[in-house]
């Protein structure tokens, strides 16, 4: 076992209200002075950057994750993590599909910056990515389940578009098997408050929602995960399967 630190939720500066100064050069330089080993990507709505990210994380020794933060229909917000950049891109072309097209105004919003693995701006996401889609919670909890990923919910200790905040309380369905929380100190809080929490026994994880270079984790949040025989795909597959709720032996 081999104890691994991770920021399971940033965002690049495809995501309108991320700084342009969060393209995934600077994102993967900044985990690796924060001693971080695993970091997902997870733009809102979107995993174009995702190509670039994996391909620049993957040169520098940080093992990527390609995902998105996708706000629902109900206009929560849920983390989509994937086993491989494929299954990440295949669901972002799917959220594409189904998002409410609105024309972005970047002098409002901000800019939305697809780039390369050289950092360069090569496009523009024309749609305005803050929206929700038209995606039910159970919807998109089935959709990333048939891809092999895993679907749960965002910063349920925040009131913006936190799924407690939203819907009033921690729902029976779906059966979601993780949540995250921003911070990490409110965790004895949220178990207290919402029991449905602790007697299912989620697997809870605390990431950074970075939007700023300075606001990624330092050191990050630490899962053991058996790596023999090691390579970037098994430990990236372990992590799943932990945010799952599968543990060694099961």
């Given amino acids: 076992m081999s104890l691994y630190r991770c920021d399971l939720h940033l965002h690049s500066c495809l995501s309108p209200c991320g700084d342009e100064d969060m393209t995934p050069g600077n994102i993967v330089g900044m985990s690796l002075l924060n001693g971080l080993q695993i970091v997902a990507l997870t733009d809102h709505n979107s995993t174009k950057n995702c190509p670039a990210f994996f391909k620049i994380a993957k040169a520098n020794g940080i093992i990527p994750v390609a995902g998105m933060e996708l706000t629902t229909a109900e206009d929560v917000h849920a983390v989509c993590l994937f086993r491989d950049l494929e299954s990440a891109m295949e669901f972002g072309e799917f959220v594409d599909a189904r998002r409410f ?6 002098e409002i919003f901000g800019r ?7 950092d360069e701006v090569v496009g523009e996401e024309e749609y305005l990515l803050l929206n929700a889609s038209y995606l039910s919670l159970e919807e998109a909890y089935a959709e990333v389940k048939r891809r092999g990923g895993v679907c749960y919910p965002a910063h349920i200790d925040r009131s913006s578009n936190g799924i407690i905040s939203m819907l009033g309380d921690f729902p029976p369905d779906p059966h979601f098997t993780a949540f995250e929380l921003n911070d990490i100190a409110s965790l004895a809080n949220c178990l207290e408050k919402y029991p449905v929490l602790r007697e299912r ?10 939007h700023y270079l ?3 984790a330092e050191e990050g949040f630490a899962v053991e995960i058996d790596d023999e025989p ?4 098994l430990v990236r597959d372990r992590l799943i399967d932990y945010l799952l709720g599968k543990r060694e032996g099961e």
């Fill in 101 to 106: 097209k609105i024309k972005n105004e970047p």
């Fill in 112 to 118: 939305q910056c697809i780039t390369d693995e050289n």
């Fill in 201 to 210: 026994g989620l697997t809870y994880v605390a990431s950074s929602d970075a």
């Fill in 214 to 216: 300075t606001d990624i």
């Fill in 230 to 233: 090691y390579s970037s795909q």
